[in-house]
């Protein structure tokens, strides 16, 4: 199993702590690191940074978002960063939800999933160096009635940049399974795999492949205590935000995930408290068991019990939030996580 990490948040960051804790990950054996991008700094210019930082560590966008780019302008930005990294580039991709599109891009929330699915396919035309002519029922190019012309990019062509899809509705995991290389996963609990991974491998047969065939990414916080209720206290705020503010009232693709794992009620009356404006409530009311199964939390021994069920599930990259104030404890906290990933990657290989 592979490990991932976040390189730093979209809004203003410690660049030079940013850079040492990548760097130090990447000689701790980290495979991959994911940039962020919502309504502050872009997903982009961070990993770029990064490019000429580093020498190993692959360099994820997680995500961009579909709306605010033109497909041209995604298949230049990913050429570019994968030519600068020597390779190392994953491609992120991302609908959002309709509160940031409509609200911060202004392109309503309409068919993301066909959105999608023609993106990628003009991606890779243009990564493939063909000429670009697609018809599709949001995107036209070149443009009809006007004086564009069909174009083939002036670059090296780059026909391998791998894919990675952040999804949650059972019909864009679908699409993942079907046209990704990747799934970026959130609300994710090993307990509960089928939530999502049904659909993915749904997907995957429509177009001849498998569930194995997609490198499945996702995790949770990880942090070391024998105290694991204050752990738990600590972490509970998050799922409550995602739970009640990640999305629309009438549509929050986080929350409807956790409803479909058997977390219904909770979810709802989460979600009904934090739209009341009682946060507090709402934080409160996040089960304790649900922060521990979307996490990695508690001693070493029962951090090491969530990696095993993780990679049981059929996890293939564990993506870790390593908790610690500093840099040197966040550090600490990855190099012990990392320990223990690695002792239950050599128990499967024993197994096999």
């Given at each position: 199993m592979?490990?991932?990490?976040?390189?730093?948040?979209?809004?203003?960051?410690n660049?030079?702590?940013?850079?040492?804790?990548?760097?130090?990950?990447?000689?701790?054996?980290?495979?991959?690191?994911?940039s962020?991008?919502?309504?502050?700094?872009?997903?982009?210019?961070?990993?770029?940074?990064?490019?000429?930082?580093?020498?190993?560590?692959?360099?994820?966008?997680?995500?961009?978002?579909?709306?605010?780019?033109?497909?041209?302008?995604?298949?230049?930005?990913?050429?570019?960063?994968?030519?600068?990294?020597?390779?190392?580039?994953?491609?992120?991709?991302?609908?959002?939800?309709?509160?940031?599109?409509?609200?911060?891009?202004?392109?309503?929330?309409?068919?993301?999933?066909?959105?999608m699915?023609?993106?990628?396919?003009?991606?890779?035309?243009?990564?493939?160096g063909?000429?670009?002519?697609?018809?599709?029922?949001?995107?036209?190019?070149?443009?009809?009635?006007?004086?564009?012309?069909?174009?083939?990019?002036?670059?090296?062509?780059?026909?391998?940049?791998?894919?990675?899809?952040?999804?949650?509705?059972?019909?864009?995991?679908?699409?993942?399974?079907?046209?990704?290389?990747?799934?970026?996963?959130?609300?994710?609990?090993?307990?509960?795999?089928?939530?999502?991974?049904?659909?993915?491998?749904?997907?995957?047969?429509?177009?001849?492949?498998?569930?194995?065939?997609?490198d499945?990414?996702?995790?949770?916080?990880?942090?070391f205590?024998?105290?694991?209720?204050?752990l738990?206290?600590?972490?509970?705020p998050?799922?409550?935000?995602?739970?009640?503010?990640?999305?629309?009232?009438?549509?929050?693709?986080?929350?409807?995930?956790?409803?479909?794992?058997?977390?219904?009620?909770?979810?709802?009356?989460?979600?009904?408290?934090?739209?009341?404006?009682?946060?507090?409530?709402?934080?409160?009311?996040?089960?304790?068991?649900?922060?521990?199964?979307?996490?990695?939390?508690?001693?070493?021994?029962?951090?090491r019990?969530?990696?095993?069920?993780?990679?049981?599930?059929?996890?293939?990259?564990?993506?870790?939030?390593?908790?610690?104030?500093?840099?040197?404890?966040?550090?600490?906290?990855?190099?012990?996580?990392?320990?223990?990933?690695?002792?239950?990657?050599?128990?499967?290989?024993?197994?096999?």
């Open positions: 592979k490990v991932a990490i976040g390189g730093g948040v979209d809004t203003n960051e660049w030079d702590e940013l850079s040492d804790y990548v760097i130090e990950a990447e000689k701790l054996g980290v495979d991959s690191v994911w962020a991008e919502a309504w502050g700094l872009d997903g982009a210019t961070t990993l770029a940074y990064l490019a000429a930082k580093t020498s190993k560590i692959k360099l994820g966008s997680g995500i961009l978002q579909t709306v605010g780019r033109t497909p041209a302008n995604l298949a230049m930005t990913a050429m570019s960063l994968a030519s600068m990294s020597g390779g190392r580039f994953l491609l992120g991709l991302g609908a959002s939800g309709p509160q940031v599109v409509e609200g911060w891009h202004g392109v309503p929330f309409e068919k993301p999933i066909r959105r699915r023609e993106l990628i396919e003009i991606i890779k035309i243009i990564a493939s063909e000429r670009l002519a697609y018809e599709g029922q949001i995107y036209r190019l070149p443009l009809p009635g006007g004086e564009g012309k069909s174009l083939r990019i002036r670059a090296q062509p780059q026909p391998n940049i791998p894919i990675y899809l952040a999804t949650l509705s059972p019909k864009s995991l679908e699409l993942t399974g079907e046209v990704a290389d990747g799934w970026l996963g959130t609300s994710f609990m090993p307990e509960h795999p089928d939530v999502f991974f049904e659909y993915i491998e749904k997907g995957a047969k429509k177009a001849g492949r498998s569930l194995k065939d997609i499945l990414a996702v995790g949770g916080a990880v942090a205590s024998d105290d694991v209720d204050k738990i206290e600590r972490n509970r998050g799922i409550a935000f995602t739970l009640g503010a990640m999305g629309s009232p009438t549509r929050n693709f986080y929350n409807a995930a956790f409803r479909r794992a058997g977390y219904d009620e909770d979810a709802i009356a989460v979600q009904k408290k934090w739209l009341e404006g009682d946060r507090e409530a709402a934080t409160a009311m996040v089960p304790d068991e649900l922060v521990i199964q979307v996490n990695l939390l508690g001693t070493e021994e029962m951090v019990e969530r990696i095993r069920k993780y990679r049981d599930a059929g996890v293939t990259t564990l993506r870790l939030q390593p908790s610690g104030r500093t840099l040197a404890e966040r550090l600490e906290t990855l190099g012990r996580a990392m320990g223990l990933v690695n002792e239950v990657s050599r128990e499967t290989a024993t197994a096999s």
